[in-house]
């Protein structure tokens, strides 16, 4: 069994800055699976925000390159998503998933709220 477990999320005003945290344990080796970042608005299908692979190569939604920074710890087996410049559309639940070959996992996710 595997267990991601977000952190981070909270109400921040539009242009501040959050840094999320994805926490995983059980099963397999972190360091060999593609890390991602995903998020969920009210009323809208979950999209894709960011992965980053076993060999820390990066990718982003267009909506966030440039403000947004993923990154990973091996040693922690943890993933982090360093946000700034933050927008009212970014306001949503985010979850963080780990990509395995016959299965991916998520976590329950955390809220991120960006007032006007």
């Known amino acids: 069994q595997v267990q991601l477990v977000e952190s981070g999320g909270g109400l921040v005003q539009a242009g501040g800055s959050l840094r999320l945290s994805c926490a995983a344990s059980g099963s397999g080796f972190f360091n060999i699976y593609t890390m991602g970042w995903y998020r969920q608005a009210p009323g809208k299908q979950r999209e894709f925000v960011a992965t980053i692979t076993s060999g820390a190569s990066t990718n982003y939604a267009d909506s966030v390159k440039g403000r947004f920074t993923i990154s990973r710890d091996n040693s922690k087996n943890t993933v982090s998503l360093q946000m700034n410049g933050l927008k009212p559309e970014d306001t949503a639940v985010y979850y963080c998933?780990?990509?395995?070959?016959?299965?991916?996992?998520w976590g329950q996710g955390t809220q991120v709220t960006v007032s006007s």
């Open positions: 998933k780990q990509d395995r070959k016959y299965q991916d996992y």
